[in-house]
């Protein structure tokens, strides 16, 4: 583990002025790391758990700083810091509306030619997976511009330009919200403790999700979401059903019922599977035998059926590649391969399945 600034610290950022200026990150386990910015020192020691964190003595508002961080044998820079007014707009919709998407927010944000707003928007990832982490690679600190600033929550904006007018300095704002989240996420959970509702969810909570890891939760939540989907489709066939019975009766006028085929949340269904055999003949180089894969079905999907179903048919061509080559080579060795399996005879003639992935 190499020495790590968080996510968060990037070229153009804004620390707080007149304020201790906090900075962390990662790094190897009781090594020294010292950071500075500007006129500002700091020095602390990586602790066992890998992380870090200095605190450095407040500074006045100014621009185009330099944040070096260093362990000895790894260092880091930021370049264009700036010291002004950080405020973080976090919550739900309301909060999440962009100004493009505002009253005017086309046209105002066309007409903006402010320098002093720079705004940082936290990627949105409900796990802490490699996608968050790439997710968070990728975020960036940006000054607001013309071409930008509709990105920016309209609320934020405004706020901004009012305090860049009234202060005078370079207004950083740290977008953090999600439409839709419960208002519990944005709470500490020393907060809810302090209210009966709060307590109840996190008692709900603890007994839905307890010591379980994320990737039992994961496969947890996919089985509830197929189970749900499924019960929809039920009750929706039901009611498409009632409709169609209460059209026969005279009088009655209803609109004709159209039944799709159901969709699946997962990549296509595999469509074939082959075994593909490379002989030593003058005639016969190779043959091939193909096999239809399983499919859904359209009245009554179960993903449990289509998996059997698929294990099925990768036993029965396994047995069929082994059966092959034994009756044409004798004293065949099986290698096994990550997407495939291949039989190769000590003459070096080969049998090879091809598997395709696994569906998920």
């Given at each position: 583990m190499s020495l790590k600034l968080a996510a968060i610290f990037k070229d153009f950022m804004v620390v707080q002025r007149n304020r201790p200026i906090t900075v962390f990150g990662t790094g190897v386990p009781k090594t020294v790391v010292t950071v500075s910015l500007h006129t500002s020192f700091s020095k602390t020691v990586v602790?066992?758990?890998?992380?870090?964190?200095?605190?450095?003595?407040?500074?006045?508002?100014?621009?185009?700083?330099?944040?070096?961080?260093?362990?000895?044998?790894?260092?880091?820079?930021?370049?264009?810091?700036a010291v002004g007014e950080v405020w973080l707009a976090g919550g739900q919709s309301n909060m999440e509306l962009a100004l493009r998407d505002s009253a005017d927010g086309v046209a105002v944000s066309k007409a903006y030619t402010g320098t002093q707003i720079r705004f940082y928007q936290v990627p949105k990832r409900a796990v802490l997976d490699e996608t968050h982490q790439q997710l968070e690679a990728q975020s960036a600190w940006k000054i607001a511009a013309a071409e930008n600033v509709g990105d920016?929550?309209?609320?934020?904006?405004?706020?901004?330009?009012?305090?860049?007018?009234?202060?005078?300095?370079?207004?950083?704002?740290?977008?953090?919200?999600?439409g839709g989240t419960s208002i519990a996420c944005w709470m500490s959970e020393s907060m809810m403790q302090s209210v009966a509702a709060g307590q109840k969810q996190l008692a709900d909570y603890k007994a839905e999700v307890g010591a379980k890891t994320p990737e039992q939760y994961a496969a947890e939540m996919r089985e509830y979401e197929w189970a749900e989907e499924m019960r929809e489709r039920r009750e929706r066939d039901e009611r498409l059903r009632g409709q169609s019975e209460m059209g026969k009766h005279p009088g009655t006028v209803m609109p004709p019922v159209v039944r799709?085929?159901?969709?699946?949340?997962?990549?296509?269904?595999?469509?074939?599977?082959?075994?593909?055999?490379?002989?030593?003949?003058?005639?016969?180089?190779?043959?091939?035998?193909?096999?239809?894969?399983?499919?859904?079905?359209?009245?009554?999907?179960?993903?449990?059926?289509?998996?059997?179903?698929?294990?099925?048919?990768?036993?029965k061509l396994h047995e069929l590649a082994v059966n092959l080559m034994q009756a044409a080579f004798g004293n065949v060795q099986e290698i096994s391969e990550s997407t495939n399996t291949t039989f190769q005879n000590p003459a070096g003639q080969q049998v090879i399945i091809q598997q395709p992935p696994v569906p998920r």
């Open positions: 602790a066992a758990d890998g992380t870090w964190c200095a605190t450095l003595p407040p500074l006045a508002a100014g621009t185009d700083y330099v944040l070096t961080v260093s362990d000895g044998t790894t260092e880091e820079q930021r370049k264009q810091v920016l929550s309209a609320v934020a904006f405004y706020f901004a330009k009012r305090l860049a007018q009234k202060m005078d300095c370079v207004i950083g704002i740290v977008d953090c919200y999600w799709s085929r159901p969709s699946f949340d997962a990549p296509d269904p595999v469509k074939r599977f082959y075994v593909e055999v490379e002989l030593e003949h003058p005639y016969w180089t190779e043959r091939r035998w193909e096999f239809s894969a399983p499919s859904f079905s359209s009245s009554d999907p179960s993903i449990n059926d289509y998996m059997d179903s698929y294990q099925e048919k990768v036993d």
